[in-house]
């Protein structure tokens, strides 16, 4: 099994569809198809036939594994959360709209990784196996959950800062990145602190305040720099 997958950032929300993506299609193309198959709220068999395109796993596998998990509220919200944010052009709508795509591709790349992590237990028939395998996801998913949360919470927060702010001439909107320093501060957001970030597009290492669990970054108005987190490499990268 290669490395896990990984949700892409600075995302929009695909037309709702239901095709399964061709033999050979790449990572980003299969999960692009899941979140659209998500959002239209498709049943269980399609969603393991598109799982199957990755090499490593057969959509029979795929649909027992997706049919023996409680993720049904993992799917509904995907599928629910989008018709819940005002599509009025607001700095706050334009926020919100950015969390939602980031959580739909977020939530098709915890499936993915689930599935195939749970995949050579099931595979095995070993009953010790198969239940030391479910719980480690139990975990993981109360963990994703937790993260999921935080995120909220943080893009409620970006988007209150937000509405203070208007659009610039290039298409941003640009608030500021405070991180609180002391020797807890980890190098992702010191390297972050008082540099500016495009609130309409969720920066590679999050929001302020999701940055890793125990992150008390916070946003505000922009600073005066032309610094900006998506520019450069952070040190922990």
């Given at each position: 099994m290669t490395g896990p997958i990984i949700a892409p950032t600075g995302v929009?929300?695909?037309e709702e569809a239901t095709a399964v993506p061709p033999p050979g299609a790449t990572a980003r193309q299969i999960l692009v198809a899941l979140v659209a198959a998500m959002i239209a709220g498709a049943p269980i068999g399609l969603l393991?036939?598109?799982?199957?395109?990755?090499?490593?796993?057969?959509?029979?596998?795929?649909?027992?594994?997706?049919?023996?998990?409680?993720?049904?509220g993992l799917l509904l919200a995907t599928a629910e959360e989008r018709t819940l944010i005002p599509r009025n052009g607001t700095p706050q709508s334009l926020v919100l709209e950015q969390l939602t795509a980031q959580n739909a591709f977020r939530r098709a790349a915890y499936l993915v990784n689930a599935v195939r992590r749970l995949a050579p237990a099931v595979a095995s028939g070993t009953i010790d196996r198969i239940v030391r395998a479910e719980r480690a996801e139990d975990r993981y998913f109360a963990a994703f959950l937790e993260a999921e949360r935080r995120r909220g919470v943080a893009a409620s927060a970006v988007a209150l800062v937000a509405s203070q702010y208007g659009?610039?001439?290039?298409?941003?909107?640009?608030?500021?990145?405070?991180?609180?320093l002391d020797n807890r501060t980890s190098?992702?957001?010191?390297?972050?602190?008082r540099r500016n970030f495009n609130a309409l597009v969720a920066p590679r290492i999050g929001y302020p305040g999701t940055v890793h669990l125990e992150c008390r970054c916070r946003p505000r108005r922009p600073w005066n720099t032309d610094l900006r987190v998506e520019h450069g490499t952070p040190p922990a990268h």
């Open positions: 929009t929300l695909p393991a036939q598109i799982l199957a395109r990755f090499p490593d796993l057969s959509r029979v596998l795929a649909e027992h594994i997706l049919t023996g998990r409680s993720w049904g659009i610039d001439a290039n298409g941003e909107l640009l608030l500021g990145w405070l991180a609180v190098a992702d957001c010191r390297w972050a602190h």
